[in-house]
């Protein structure tokens, strides 16, 4: 694992535009980031991201498959007494997962760690699905890497195979989100493409301008049932909603199904690591009442409130000073303490591994740089290749 400085493609913005990247720079800052980008041999992304990153889905989903039959668990997780049941009976019918990404914490110098899995509403997928690739692909052109440098990157390939296996082709499938959050509305619209590729029909519906009917079906714009729908809108919100009563009346088929809510909750890491103590790719993790919250606190930790998003509200620990995330309001429902895991750096660059998950698979890899320990909203997206 190297970080290497490159050379700007001299139009990359004008390019970002014209295929719809129109967030690659937020509030002023550089987002899309291609003055470097962190390379890697073919043997080290195989045998520290993308197997570990397999089985540690697989121990989620066997954790899944504990917490709806555990009211301690379900109680754990701070999922509403009202949603267990409801969440239980996604899991117990089989919905499909459509995709995940964990993120992790590797330097090149021993096994990937699991910082968090983003589980139900990941973002930058835009980013590593398509427009990765394309830098990857022009700068081979020009000349800058050698002919033959890859990627690990079948996300977009992934993403489209995934649709048919979870809806048959001519299937009517809304797409939901905010509809004037910038970013989140570029990540549905990518997604609505590789839905229509696959041979869904796909309508965006903005997420207020959806109903219930008497009988608690959700209902779109035009009061037609809506049979599936794809949400970029997180459960823990979701299952405090006015109609979340409503749920398990609906006869709608949810992406990210109603299970994912157990994951997408960062007290899934101190239940990993009591269930799989010192397996390799996990961190100690405990819940700060516990005896082993009480004694990570005097040792180089970090603390996550369970539903914080980049990096808000985290607090960190490094043995010598106290690092802090923007406040953002997140923490009412508690949260974990985590042992810290050293990131990748280089000349005052922190980075973070996101391994993307298709299906049961790992299928791609991205990585965000932010100038502190503590990966923000506005943390760089560096591209990555495969040399070697």
Same mark, same amino acid.
């Given at each position: ?43 080290? &992304?195989?045998?520290?991201? #993308? =197997?570990?990153? @397999?089985? /540690? +889905?697989?121990?989620? %989903? *066997? ?114 989100? &905010?509809?004037?959050?910038? #970013? =989140?509305?570029? @990540?549905? /619209? +990518?997604?609505?493409? %590789? *839905? ?193």
């Amino acid at each position: 694992m190297q970080r290497r400085v490159m050379t700007e493609r001299p139009n990359w913005q004008q390019v970002a535009e014209e295929n719809g990247f129109v967030f690659h720079h937020v509030n002023g800052e550089i987002y899309w980031d291609e003055r470097a980008c962190w390379a890697f041999t073919l043997d080290e &992304v195989e045998t520290m991201i #993308e =197997d570990p990153s @397999t089985e /540690l +889905y697989a121990l989620c %989903l *066997a954790l899944v498959d504990d917490a709806v039959k555990s009211q301690e668990m379900m109680e754990q997780l701070c999922i509403p007494e009202t949603a267990w049941d409801y969440i239980a009976n996604s899991w117990r019918s089989g919905e499909a997962s459509l995709y995940g990404r964990f993120d992790l914490a590797y330097d090149g110098t021993g096994p990937a760690k699991l910082l968090e899995f983003n589980a139900d509403t990941p973002t930058s997928i835009y980013e590593t699905a398509y427009f990765q690739w394309l830098w990857l692909e022009d700068v081979v052109a020009m000349g800058q890497l050698p002919e033959g440098t890859d990627q690990f990157n079948r996300l977009h390939e992934a993403l489209m195979e995934r649709f048919t296996q979870i809806l048959t082709p001519g299937s009517h499938l809304h797409f939901t989100g &905010v509809a004037d959050h910038v #970013e =989140d509305r570029a @990540t549905v /619209l +990518y997604l609505e493409d %590789l *839905a229509r590729q696959a041979g869904l029909e796909a309508t965006f519906l903005p997420i207020d301008d959806i109903a219930v009917d008497r009988n608690g079906q959700f209902l779109d714009a035009q009061d037609a049932p809506i049979g599936a729908l794809f949400k970029l809108y997180p459960w823990e919100d979701l299952l405090r909603e006015s109609f979340a009563a409503h749920l398990g009346k609906s006869q709608t088929l949810f992406i990210e199904p109603a299970w994912k809510a157990i994951l997408s909750n960062k007290a899934i890491l101190p239940l990993l690591w009591k269930r799989h103590r010192n397996h390799p790719n996990l961190l100690p993790a405990f819940f700060p009442e516990s005896s082993g919250g009480l004694e990570m606190v005097t040792r180089p930790h970090v603390y996550k409130p369970l539903f914080s998003r980049e990096g808000a509200d985290i607090s960190l620990f490094d043995g010598r000073s106290h690092h802090k995330g923007p406040e953002q309001g997140y923490g009412a429902e508690g949260g974990i303490i985590q042992a810290l895991a050293p990131l990748a750096q280089s000349g005052g660059n922190h980075a973070v591994v996101g391994s993307w998950i298709v299906g049961d698979d790992a299928v791609a890899m991205s990585i965000r740089e932010d100038s502190g320990p503590i990966t923000r909203d506005l943390a760089r997206y560096v591209p990555h290749v495969i040399i070697g």
